[in-house]
Structures are given as structure tokens and as C-alpha cells.
């Protein structure tokens, strides 16, 4: 197996975090796009939520990531104990989440279930296949908000689709390869066809974010139905 190489230097994100809730066992953030979630082994890479949290609040700790390129809403755990509650609900699936998104062009179908399983492969790092072989299960629903036009400099119209997704598993780029599968791509998604469209050269961000995050509290048992509206 070729050994996986990490070229990816991320620009500087001038973006702040917004803390949206916070306690003595965890914080909800807005986490902006274009920044990591956790610190890169490249130096270069030092800038991340972990990185800029940690001075805020010591000790606290990841429990799940959000790509680079996306954005919204993360839960991080204040320590230890409450990390490995929060952990133990994302593994059981008891944690539901809602992204929105613009995809390229317009979706026939109002809703639906990509269910396609997703591979890595070192030789196409960081690109993820779609593979019924050795992938491992990935579901995606699908339910269309609204179909629009956005009219671009040069007076041509970009047919664009916003919809909320819904994954019911957690594979690394899962929704971003399954809008490409279904034949609609992020907007933005530089890995996966959301560039390739006329008139989506520019983009300057990937047009995912992560609206709705519902878990239950560590300590009270509450349930938590936070919810952040995508800037796009």
C-alpha cells in the first residue's frame, strides 16, 4: 500500500469562531469555513477550531471534525468524561445531524437516499471513490429546499439547488461524494466537481454547512436541538 503524503498548506483564516453556547462541560460552536478543525503535522497547519479553543477553554477536546471547507455547528467536549459521553452517542448514531448546501444545477427528485459505500484509496489521496467492493456503508437523504437561478457577471443564468442532507453514517467526505453520485455537486467542491460547471470557477467557498446538530446532553440528559442558518 502507498504511504499517504499530506501536501494540503491551508490559507490563513481570518474568519473568528462564534461560540453560540457554552457551560462547564461543553461548547457549541459556529466553526467558519476555511479553517481545520484539528492542527495539521505540517507547522504550517498550527491554525484550527483545537488550536484556537484550547486557549479559551484548556483541556477541551474534539468529538467529531467538519471538513476544511465547511461550515457550522460543532459540539467540543470541556474533558475528558463528557468527551467520551458525546463520542460514545456519535458511534451509537443517537446524534442527528442536518447540512445545507447548494448544489450545481437543478435535482428533479424533491427528496431521496443515495446509498452508495465509500473506499479510501492512498493513490487518490485526498479523493474518496464511491466502491460497492471495498467501501464501507454511506447513506445520504436528500430533500430539496428550493431551485433558483443565480445570474453571473457575463449575464448567463447557474442553475443551483438548495437542499438539506442528511447522513446517516459518517464517512470522510461522504456528502460530497454522494452529490457528485447523484449527478449534482456541491457548489465550490473542488474535489468533487462543484468547480467544473461554467460559471462556478470563482466560488470561493464550498457551499456546505452544518445547520443542525441534536444530541443529548452528557451530564443532564437533555436534548440539545441547536441550529445555526447557512451564510449562503
Known sequence: MSEII??????????????????????????????????????QNLDSVHHRLVKIFPGCTLVHR?????????????NKVVNAALCQQFSQRSVSKIYSALLC??????????DAPVAEDPALFPLMSICAVNGKPARSRYRVVERFERQ??????????????????????QLRIHCQQLGH???GCD????????????TTRLMLHASELHFNHPLSGERIEARCEAPF
Open 105 to 114: 444545477g437543478h435535482v428533479v427528485a424533491d427528496e431521496g437516499l443515495i
Open 152 to 173: 453571473l457577471p457575463d449575464g448567463t443564468f447557474l442553475p443551483l439547488t438548495r437542499v438539506e442532507l442528511t447522513p446517516e453514517t459518517g464517512r470522510t467526505h
Open 6 to 43: 499530506d501536501t494540503f498548506i491551508a490559507p490563513p483564516c481570518h474568519d473568528s469562531i462564534e461560540t453560540l453556547y457554552q457551560d462547564q462541560h461543553l461548547v457549541l460552536i459556529d466553526k467558519p469555513s476555511g479553517l481545520l478543525s484539528l492542527s495539521g503535522k505540517n507547522p
Open 66 to 78: 467538519l471538513d476544511f471547507g465547511t461550515s457550522g455547528l460543532m459540539v467540543i467536549a470541556r
Open 191 to 202: 474535489l468533487y466537481g462543484g468547480l467544473r460547471l461554467p460559471g462556478t470557477e470563482k
Open 185 to 187: 455537486p456541491i457548489l
